[in-house]
């Protein structure tokens, strides 16, 4: 099982998407500083995550999820607009 995930760092009303297949463990290497592109808004909560069966479908919903479109959805789903 893979999973499209969404962070939410309250500290900094940042959102960040991404996936994986093992969300324990991605989220503690957001909190601990592993990832560069999160390190500095830390800390993070996982605030939704959808699974999928493969490793394509999860980066395709990824990637939409960073769309125009897809950040509006997100917004939406974590009610912060």
Do not use: C
Request: charged share 30%; aromatic share 14%; hydrophobic share 25%.
């Amino acid at each position: 099982m893979h999973y499209t995930y969404f962070l939410y760092s309250e500290k900094h009303h940042r959102v960040y998407v991404g996936i994986t297949d093992n969300l324990k463990e991605r989220l503690e290497r957001h909190n601990h500083g592993d990832v560069t592109s999160t390190k500095p808004y830390q800390p993070w909560i996982l605030a939704y995550y959808e699974a999928h069966r493969s490793r394509t479908l999860a980066r395709k919903a990824e990637l939409f999820y960073k769309t125009s479109q897809g950040r509006r959805q997100v917004q939406k789903k974590l009610g912060l607009k």
